[in-house]
Nanobody
Framework: DVQLVESGGGSVQTGGSLRLSCAVSGNPYRTYCMGWFRHPPGKLREGVASIESDGTTTYKDSVKGRFIISVDNSKTTLYLQINNLTLEDTGTYYC????????????????WGQGTQVTVS
């Protein structure tokens, strides 16, 4: 079974930093896309960053320069470094995995974690 488990969320003051982690097991894809999404309170869930199996990274414009997505050498842990946190970064952060970024971001398939809460004050 594919499992994704996020961790690293918490409460932090504006300007601070957090590193979110996502432990991935049972990845069935030879080529794939992993991504981070956030669900701000009262708003729709949005994708913020992705990394493909060839290392290509993509970011939502509003987080460029502050968010860094990466994966460890074993490709079993996905990270999201968030710097200079703002109030707008508050939300539940989810990691996702699918065979491609198009399906991950715009389709209804994919594998997801349970989320980790980030609260900025």
């Amino acid at each position: 079974d594919v499992q994704l488990v996020e961790s690293g969320g918490g409460s932090v003051q504006t300007g601070g930093s957090l590193r979110l982690s996502c432990a991935v097991s049972g990845n069935p894809y030879r080529t794939y896309c992993m991504g981070w999404f956030r669900h701000p309170p009262g708003k729709l869930r949005e994708g913020v960053a992705s990394i493909e199996s060839d290392g290509t990274t993509t970011y939502k414009d509003s987080v460029k320069g502050r968010f860094i997505i990466s994966v460890d050498n074993s490709k079993t842990t996905l990270y999201l470094q968030i710097n200079n946190l703002t109030l707008e970064d508050t939300g539940t952060y989810y990691c996702g995995l699918d065979r491609g970024c198009a399906s991950l971001f715009y389709g209804d398939s994919g594998h997801w974690g349970q989320g980790t809460q980030v609260t900025v004050s």
